[in-house]
């Protein structure tokens, strides 16, 4: 017999539902007068109306039938999750055959593949073995498979080990593939770190040898180069940098990211979870921790690198003349030797520091920690060391490097202001140029160790030079002239370009050379910055790197400060002492009468009684100074000069009178003076001349009011007392007109 539809099922309910409603209503009928039109409403719908007895009697047909339809129903539903069980546990079962059946494939594939040397097959069968459900596993007998599997983690780690030991390359990445599907992946990744490293040592192996070699005095042969240390460390580091460049590719494709599984099948990571590429980097760097130290160890041995910065240590102190030169004595190496010993070191240091900052670098980019500078490259998880044994031995050598460096600083500078000459075109000693020369030596050669407290202690040790060597001498020479500085500055001008300068020329030289050399160290030292500033950009030092060095630079400001405030009292020593010869000059301003009739006006235009003579005066004063001065130097020893002729003569105007025609006089009068001293230098003048310039215009004015209309409109340089004390010399103008202007 077929039975009804689920559908119909539900179909047969629901009608049950409403007529039970129906006839509940019919045999408990509520107490209410609306029955009627409720149980027609709710059975039959509105329209319809039977008799009651008649409803009544059908409602009780529709329920008993429901309940049979119901009946049915329950029982149907009872034999369909009877048979839905049963359809589960024959799916169940016949997943498990077929995990079974799968099972014996595996068992009997891995040991095929084994006898056949298939290791790539049998691989494939042990991943299948560890997919399986350990209640298959209880349930079969898996000895064999476990015996297959071990046996072929001892063939795959035997055959990698021997192509490691062979440097095999092509059996190295068939049976390293192998140990990740086998459940190997940690020591398969360590294995594959040892090759890698053998393979480095393997290759340094042969260019230390060289080493070694030229070290013993062998000649190399005519298609060789001789070995150097610096040659040694720079094939290890591009060596590596070019393995791990190309490798991390072959790394991820061989071990993936993090590893999931470090060893056996549902065993706990833990330190398995470090990504693979790290763990090799970590290895890397122990490698080369360990074949650059030796190179290291050889170089200081080879060099004698402590003895030697012991023994010129020991010098300086003897001598009493540390941060000043002047060591030089038996036992102590030339600065030729000392030079291309720190070239040398500096080199080395230079390759060290880049190779550590790529590894840091690439490290931090595998987990995106950045760039691998500042603290995000010792933080790295199970990466890197983050000073490694290297780094300190790096920074050991680093220290004799900068004691090496300032005795040849020092030994060098010394040299320089001993051999110091003057060439008969140059306005500067040989010395400035030869002490800058050196001290830019050292500053980029620092720099170039790519070591940031190489850098800030070679540029204190420079300022140091600067300000308490040669500043201290440039001064001394000064001083030593004295009073005579000013007549050995023209003596030295009126023979400057004489061939055969004898013994008091060259004293005379000298004095206006030292104030020059001032002159250029101030200039020099700017530029000096500027190219520390270059090299650094150029090697891409950390942001926090430069941030140090750029403070350190700062000091230099104050060198350039000290050999200013050192030029500018010589200079305003030497315009001092020409001040009794240039105040009669001035001074004759008090002779000239500035109430002028016509006559006197036209005959002044002929003939100047004042200016020419003031004008050819100075001239004569001043220009012996050019010859022997620097440009710049000239220049502000000029303005010193118009500094002093200008309030001069705006004293002696004060103790004059003017009329109209006087004051236009004396208004050609400092034109004339300004165009003089314009032709004279090329610094600004008519700053220096902006009082007497406004003196000359409130005397031209027309009338005392006329004032006004300039006040609000210049930059005065006059005070109001002042200008009101300028007009009363104008003989046409009332002192009550001017005591009444408004200038406040």
């Not at 010395?431 to 202690?457: E, G, H, L």
């Amino acid at each position: 017999a077929s039975f009804p539809s689920l559908a119909n099922t539900h179909s047969h309910i629901h009608t049950h539902t409403r007529t039970r409603t129906c006839a509940n209503i019919l045999v408990h009928p509520p107490p209410s007068s609306s029955l009627p039109s409720l149980l027609l409403h709710t059975c039959w719908g509105p329209g319809y109306r039977p008799s009651l007895t008649t409803a009544q009697r059908e409602a009780r047909k529709v329920a008993a039938r429901v309940d049979d339809t119901c009946t049915l129903a329950e029982s149907v539903s009872g034999r369909v999750r009877e048979l839905n069980t049963a359809l589960e546990r024959i799916d169940a079962t016949l997943e498990s055959v077929t995990e079974i059946l799968n099972l014996k494939y595996c068992v009997e594939g891995i040991s095929a593949a084994m006898d056949a040397a298939d290791y790539e097959q049998a691989a494939t069968y042990v991943a299948k073995y560890a997919a399986f459900d350990e209640a298959v596993l209880e349930q079969t007998s898996t000895e064999a498979l476990v015996e297959a599997q071990a046996r072929l983690k001892t063939e795959v780690s035997s055959q990698f080990a021997a192509a490691v030991e062979a440097l095999d390359r092509d059996a190295v990445l068939r049976f390293g593939k192998l140990f990740a599907p086998i459940g190997l992946q940690a020591e398969g990744v360590a294995a594959y770190a040892g090759y890698l490293c053998k393979a480095i040592e393997f290759e340094f192996d042969k260019v230390f040898e060289g080493l070694q070699a030229t070290l013993a005095g062998k000649a190399p042969t005519d298609e060789e180069e001789p070995a150097t240390f610096v040659s040694v460390l720079t094939h290890l580091y591009d060596l590596t940098a070019f393995c791990i460049e190309s490798e991390e590719a072959v790394v991820a494709d061989m071990f993936g990211g993090a590893s999931e599984a470090g060893g056996e099948p549902g065993s706990t990571p833990g330190d398995s979870d470090t990504l693979p590429f790290l763990v090799i980097l970590g290895a890397i760097q122990a490698k080369v921790d360990e074949l650059a130290c030796k190179v290291l160890e050889l170089f200081q041995s080879t060099r004698s690198l402590t003895k030697l910065a012991r023994t010129i240590s020991s010098a300086s102190m003897a001598s009493g003349k540390s941060g000043k030169g002047g060591t030089s004595s038996g036992g102590l190496p030339s600065t030729k030797q000392v030079d291309l010993l720190l070239y040398e070191m500096a080199t080395i240091s230079n390759r060290t520091e880049m190779f550590d900052a790529f590894l840091r670098k690439t490290a931090a980019g595998a987990v995106g920690e950045g760039d691998g500078t500042g603290e995000a490259a010792g933080s790295v998880a199970s990466g890197l060391v983050h000073v490694s044994s290297l780094n300190k031995m790096v920074q050991e050598m680093i220290a004799s490097y900068l004691s090496l460096e300032m005795y040849f600083m020092n030994e060098s500078v010394a040299r320089a202001i001993a051999m110091d000459e003057v060439a008969d075109d140059s306005h500067t000693s040989s010395m400035i140029d030869d002490v800058f020369y050196v001290v830019s030596k050292c500053a980029r050669r620092s720099v170039s160790t790519f070591s940031t407290n190489s850098v800030c202690a070679m540029v204190n040790n420079i300022n140091f030079v600067l300000s308490e060597s040669l500043v201290p001498l440039l001064q001394s020479q000064i001083e030593a002239t004295g009073a005579s500085l000013t007549a050995a500055l023209e003596a030295a001008g009126k023979g400057k370009g004489k061939g055969g300068k004898d013994a008091s020329e060259t004293v005379q030289l000298n004095c206006a050379v030292v104030l020059n050399n001032l002159d250029q160290g101030a200039k020099y030292i700017p530029q000096l910055r500027t190219s520390i500033e270059a090299d650094v950009a150029d090697l891409k030092f950390a942001a926090a790197d430069k941030a140090k060095i750029e403070m350190c630079l700062t000091d230099l400001s104050d060198s350039v400060a000290l050999f200013e405030s050192v030029l500018k009292e010589a200079l305003d020593n030497v315009s001092s002492s020409l001040q009794p010869r240039l105040k009669p000059l001035t001074s004759a301003l008090l002779d000239i009468p500035y109430e002028l009739s016509e006559a006197q006006f036209a005959a002044n235009e002929r003939t100047d009684p004042f200016v020419s003579s003031l004008i050819s005066g100075l001239s004569g004063v001043v220009a012996p100074f050019k010859a022997a001065l620097s440009a710049a130097n000239y220049d502000a020893f000029i303005a010193s000069v118009m500094v002093y002729v200008a309030r001069r003569l705006e004293s002696d105007v004060r103790r004059k009178r003017f009329n109209q025609l006087g004051a236009l006089q004396f208004d050609k009068d400092v034109r004339a003076l300004i165009a003089f001293f314009s032709s004279l230098t090329s610094r600004p003048v008519r700053d220096k001349f902006a009082r007497l310039t406004q003196i000359a215009t409130l005397l031209n004015v027309e009338a005392v009011g006329e004032v006004m209309e300039y006040w609000g409109t210049l930059n005065w340089a006059l005070k109001p007392a002042e200008v009101k004390r300028i007009l009363r010399l104008r003989v046409e103008f009332s002192t009550n007109d001017v005591n009444g202007l408004k200038l406040e």
